[in-house]
């Protein structure tokens, strides 16, 4: 059994959430980035959206970064290598918690300086086919100074909620319980490149 994937599932199991890092190479962090960095140079990205279907919006006062969602038909070949490093989470997390997950939706992030987040759930008030939230920062350096970063507030057993906050340090990966841990991106004095996921229940 693979030790990265054994610690996944069993953190998931145990506390919802668990923070991977250095889960991929450099080479591979690196060569994913530059891909982004091209993208969003040749200008796919969008203003990025909250709420699904006939309700999505774009509301900057609550999120205000850009995305660009990829798309299973035209998928890159790097792109597909981390599809198959998540697949595999998919796999451990149905073997050994029971999650029923059947398929991947993803996009890359890119928060400019200033942009945000606000706190919010992963799965939307009609529909819960989000089960588990899947981020892989792709930064080159991250100090503490450049903020932005991800604060999860985690509930525990008496009510009360534990604050966790993860600096988007590059191969550092954050997996989830989309609808157990709300959360929020704090404002980023840095751009902030990611690519971020989800694990549905459905196909
Ligand atoms: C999101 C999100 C967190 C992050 O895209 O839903 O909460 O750290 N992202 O980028
Ligand atoms: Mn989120």
Same mark, same amino acid.
């Given at each position: 059994?693979?030790?990265?994937?054994?610690?996944?599932?069993?953190?998931?199991?145990?506390?919802?959430?668990?923070?991977?890092?250095?889960?991929?190479?450099?080479?591979?962090?690196?060569?994913?980035?530059?891909?982004?960095?091209?993208?969003?140079?040749?200008?796919?990205?969008?203003?990025?959206?909250?709420?699904?279907?006939?309700?999505?919006?774009?509301?900057?006062?609550?999120?205000?970064?850009?995305?660009?969602?990829?798309? @299973? !038909? /035209?998928?890159?070949?790097?792109?597909?290598? #981390?599809?198959?490093?998540? &697949?595999?989470?998919?796999? $451990?997390?149905?073997?050994?918690?029971?999650?029923?997950?059947?398929?991947?939706?993803?996009?890359?992030?890119?928060?400019?300086?200033?942009?945000?987040?606000?706190?919010?759930?992963?799965?939307?008030?009609?529909?819960?086919?989000?089960?588990?939230?899947?981020?892989?920062?792709?930064?080159?350096?991250? @100090? !503490? /100074?450049?903020?932005?970063?991800?604060?999860? #507030?985690?509930?525990?057993? &008496?009510?009360?909620?534990? $604050?966790?906050?993860?600096?988007?340090?590059?191969?550092?990966?954050?997996?989830?319980?989309?609808?157990?841990?709300?959360?929020?991106?704090?404002?980023?004095?840095?751009?902030?490149?990611?690519?971020?996921?989800?694990?549905?229940?459905?196909?």
């Amino acid at each position: 059994m693979d030790p990265v994937l054994d610690r996944i599932s069993s953190e998931i199991y145990q506390n919802s959430y668990v923070i991977v890092d250095d889960f991929i190479s450099e080479e591979f962090r690196k060569a994913l980035l530059k891909e982004q960095t091209s993208l969003l140079e040749a200008g796919k990205f969008r203003q990025a959206a909250i709420g699904s279907g006939e309700k999505k919006l774009v509301r900057p006062e609550i999120r205000s970064d850009e995305v660009l969602w990829m798309d @299973a !038909e /035209s998928i890159s070949s790097l792109q597909a290598e #981390y599809w198959e490093k998540v &697949d595999a989470i998919r796999q $451990i997390l149905n073997q050994r918690c029971f999650l029923g997950l059947r398929s991947f939706e993803g996009h890359f992030a890119r928060y400019p300086v200033g942009s945000f987040y606000k706190r919010h759930l992963d799965q939307f008030q009609q529909v819960s086919y989000r089960v588990v939230t899947v981020i892989l920062y792709l930064n080159d350096s991250w @100090a !503490e /100074s450049d903020e932005g970063a991800l604060r999860m #507030y985690i509930p525990q057993e &008496d009510g009360s909620e534990l $604050i966790r906050d993860v600096l988007p340090i590059g191969g550092r990966l954050v997996v989830f319980l989309s609808g157990e841990i709300p959360h929020e991106v704090l404002p980023t004095k840095k751009e902030r490149i990611s690519i971020t996921g989800w694990l549905k229940n459905i196909d």
